[in-house]
């Protein structure tokens, strides 16, 4: 089946720092991901999606310049979160349309923590 | 905007029994899908089942089924002979056809007791 493949799936940063999580389509060509944020006990918040080659589009409230997203080829899709503050710390979960799962894969998701 | 609305933050059931979840949505669109997802303690977001929204048949997928009222926007998940595997959250998902993101709803906490 489809698999999609999320890393670091637990990363620690200092406050100020940039750190970036990969979403990877292993066995498929995922013309379009997205990208959630997820706080404790609460649903997926979709904060951008991506089409390869093209700009990501983000939700409203989703800060573009912070929350950077790169889709640069059919197989991997980046988010960048620059400058973190200890706000920004949450699980962030990527998914990707195509393959099966009826047009929809999540990765494992990343747990980020900003100290 | 279409909006997806779960109104039981937390179900139990004994081991073994049948649950329902219950999942309302708001759209004036008339084709779309529905899912329901589950994600486990280790927070892998996994598809229960799906169902179209131009098919009256129920979707089924072994012991899950639906409960899909189209004039009502509902879409109750039922699982039967509850197991222990089967404790997690559990999102109701919506998408229009002709869109590409999912809508999750609040999300229902189940635990199941053995």
């Known amino acids: 089946g489809a698999v999609v493949s999320q890393h670091p799936s637990w990363v620690i940063c200092k406050s100020g720092t940039s750190v970036k999580i990969e979403c990877r389509s292993l066995d498929f060509q995922a013309t379009t991901m997205f990208w959630y944020r997820q706080f404790p006990k609460q649903s997926l918040m979709l904060m951008a999606t991506s089409n390869e080659g093209s700009k990501a589009t983000y939700e409203q409230g989703v800060e573009k310049d912070k929350f950077l997203i790169n889709h640069a080829s059919l197989t991997l899709s980046t988010l960048t979160v620059t400058s973190a503050h200890p706000e920004d710390s949450s699980f962030y979960i990527c998914?990707?349309?195509?393959?099966?799962?009826?047009?929809?894969?999540f990765g494992s998701g990343t747990r980020l923590t900003v100290v | 905007a279409q909006t997806v609305t779960q109104s039981q933050p937390e179900m139990s059931v004994q081991e073994a029994e049948t649950v329902t979840l219950s999942c309302t949505y708001d759209t004036s669109e008339s084709d779309y899908y529905l899912f329901w997802y589950k994600q486990p303690p280790s927070r892998q977001m996994i598809l229960v089942i799906r169902q179209e929204a131009y098919k009256q048949q129920n979707a089924t997928e072994n012991r899950f089924s639906v409960n899909f009222q189209k004039a009502a926007k509902s879409f109750s998940l039922k699982i039967s002979d509850s197991q222990l595997g089967d404790a997690a959250m559990y999102f109701c998902?919506?998408?229009?056809?002709?869109?590409?993101?999912?809508?999750f709803g609040q999300g229902t906490r189940l635990t199941i007791n053995p």
């Open positions: 998902a919506y998408r229009d056809q002709g869109a590409q993101k999912l809508v």
């Open positions: 998914s990707a349309t195509g393959g099966s799962n009826y047009g929809y894969t």
